[in-house]
């Protein structure tokens, strides 16, 4: 009984999270701006790709970060550094950002900054392999991250992450010397469960295979927009 009200409970939260999650996209189309949610265990890497991708393409695009930690703004610091607005948010107890907290986000960078100037903002979720997941905030795309130092079967064992992503960074392969890993096995069994997933072995450290990333995101920047004229065009015609 405990069991079917809990499940019922979950259903439900799941579901008020999504209709807000969808609002959020909503109103990130509004602003013409593409969102990215950027998933991993505690440690895989995310504020340092984001550090190596602000870096990369501030020429390019205008870039935002909705930044999600249970406390502190660590992370959040060392990303103002790249001149970009963030946004920190502190989730306290909650291993995760949910829509709700990155719509207040939202509504911080609308009130302190001009979104309609912004080309992509990206969320970096609470270190978390798992429920994540499950929260969409209004993302486009998710994109997961797992160090090579996790493990091969860290696809097997969280299977909904890697079901779910987009794209999928495998990250630290500066250490595969260091380490008894298969990179070829990650990558198998990531494309049994989830055949269209993106797939980029990087190392921030050394910018080994970050290009492709950052090649990446532009297009999909690019699509988006283009999608968004194509749309604008479509309404005229009717
Ligand atoms: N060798 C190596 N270390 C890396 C690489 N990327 C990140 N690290 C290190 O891994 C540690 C964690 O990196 P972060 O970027 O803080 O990880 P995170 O996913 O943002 O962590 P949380 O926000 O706490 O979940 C730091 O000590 C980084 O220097 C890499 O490509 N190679
Ligand atoms: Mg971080
Ligand atoms: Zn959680």
Known sequence: MHQTIDA??????????????????????????????????????????????????????????IEGDMTTELDAERLRQYDVPVIAINTGRSCHLDAKMVAGGMHSL????????????????????????????????????LSITEGEDKPL?????????DCLLLTKIDLAPYLEIDLDRIIQSVRQMNPNVRIFPVSAKTGEGLDP??????????????????????ELVW
């Open 8 to 65: 019922t409970l979950g259903i439900n939260l799941l579901h008020a999270n999504q209709s807000l999650a969808n609002l959020n996209r909503a109103e990130f189309d509004d602003w013409g701006v593409y969102c990215l949610n950027l998933m991993s265990s505690p440690g895989a890497g995310k504020t340092v790709l984001l550090e190596k991708t602000l870096a990369a393409l501030s020429g390019q695009l205008q870039m935002a970060v």
């Open 110 to 145: 609308e009130h302190d900054y001009e979104p309609a100037d912004l080309d992509l903002v990206f969320v970096e979720n609470v270190g978390n392999l798992v429920c994540p997941a499950e929260f969409e905030v209004g993302e486009h795309a998710k994109v997961a991250l």
């Open 157 to 165: 064992k969280y299977p909904v992450m890697f079901q779910e992503a």
């Open 213 to 234: 990333w950052f090649k990446w995101v532009q297009l999909q920047v690019a699509l988006r927009q283009q999608s968004a004229k194509g749309a604008a065009v479509q």
